[in-house]
């Protein structure tokens, strides 16, 4: 049965709270991660992470833990932005990187995942590798992503999957992001913003806006969003 709007503005508060009230108990590390392009690493060791935006085509509410060191285990809601926010798919991921970005200097890794209808239905099936690399005496970060992914249409479709992307430091509490990305090496689309850091070491938020090269295609258009991510349990 699908959410009421009354149902949904509820849900949102309460989300709100509970986030604030974390945020009086609990420190550490945020990372927000609406952009395409991924980066190669995990979230925080035997913890979880938050992360929730919305966009002017789709919002997402993603939660994710990593049990162990390197394995990230992820699953959210997808809703529509433009339908009353209801509710369209969700998805199940699993990130693997052995390498910490930060000790190391660079990383690299496999990510896999499916997205689903809410009749569990199968909507695409995709596998990529992340690899990130330290730049600017360590002040910024370059990402490259390549993979595939395989969408159920009348039929299925396959397309390979790249993209190009860097996070820039500005300074502690902010960081401009900006990437380009294609599926299929055609039609590509670039999305850019601002990074900041609401609580160092703990809550992020990133304003962004993209939209394809060619000038009908409006995705990703606008979005805002925030990650929240506590210290080890």
Same mark, same amino acid.
């Given at each position: 049965?699908?959410?009421k709007?009354?149902?949904k503005?509820?849900?949102?508060?309460?989300?709100?709270?509970?986030?604030?009230?974390?945020?009086?108990?609990l420190?550490?590390k945020?990372?927000?991660?609406?952009?395409?392009?991924?980066?190669?690493?995990?979230t925080t060791e035997?913890?979880?992470?938050?992360?929730?935006?919305y966009?002017?085509?789709?919002s997402?509410?993603?939660?994710a833990i990593s049990?162990?060191?390197?394995?990230?285990?992820?699953?959210?809601?997808?809703?529509?932005?433009?339908?009353?926010?209801?509710?369209?798919?969700?998805?199940l991921e699993?990130?693997?990187?052995?390498?910490?970005?930060?000790?190391? !200097?660079?990383?690299?890794g496999?990510?896999? !995942?499916?997205l689903?209808?809410?009749?569990?239905?199968?909507?695409?099936?995709?596998?990529?590798?992340? %690899?990130?690399?330290?730049?600017?005496d360590d002040?910024s970060?370059?990402?490259?992503n390549?993979?595939?992914?395989?969408?159920q249409?009348?039929?299925?479709?396959?397309?390979?999957i790249?993209?190009?992307?860097?996070?820039?430091?500005?300074?502690?509490r902010?960081?401009?992001?900006a990437?380009?990305a294609?599926?299929?090496?055609?039609?590509?689309? %670039?999305?850019?913003?601002?990074?900041?850091?609401?609580?160092?070491?703990?809550?992020?938020?990133?304003?962004?806006?993209?939209? !394809?090269?060619r000038?009908?295609?409006?995705?990703? !258009?606008?979005?805002?969003g925030?990650?929240?991510?506590?210290?080890?349990?």
């Amino acid at each position: 049965m699908p959410f009421k709007k009354s149902d949904k503005i509820l849900i949102l508060k309460a989300a709100t709270i509970c986030l604030i009230f974390s945020l009086a108990i609990l420190q550490q590390k945020a990372d927000a991660q609406q952009m395409f392009v991924d980066d190669a690493a995990v979230t925080t060791e035997r913890s979880f992470q938050i992360e929730t935006w919305y966009g002017s085509r789709e919002s997402w509410f993603l939660t994710a833990i990593s049990p162990v060191k390197g394995l990230e285990l992820g699953t959210g809601i997808g809703f529509d932005s433009r339908d009353d926010f209801d509710p369209a798919n969700w998805i199940l991921e699993a990130k693997y990187i052995p390498a910490d970005l930060d000790e190391r !200097g660079s990383a690299i890794g496999i990510v896999t !995942g499916m997205l689903f209808d809410f009749n569990a239905n199968v909507e695409e099936v995709f596998a990529y590798v992340p %690899y990130s690399r330290m730049i600017l005496d360590d002040t910024s970060v370059l990402h490259i992503n390549a993979g595939f992914e395989a969408i159920q249409e009348d039929e299925w479709e396959y397309e390979l999957i790249t993209g190009l992307r860097g996070d820039f430091g500005l300074t502690d509490r902010f960081a401009l992001l900006a990437e380009v990305a294609a599926a299929n090496f055609s039609d590509p689309f %670039y999305q850019g913003g601002i990074r900041i850091s609401l609580v160092p070491d703990l809550l992020e938020m990133d304003i962004t806006y993209g939209e !394809g090269f060619r000038r009908q295609e409006t995705a990703p !258009g606008f979005n805002i969003g925030i990650a929240f991510t506590p210290d080890t349990l």
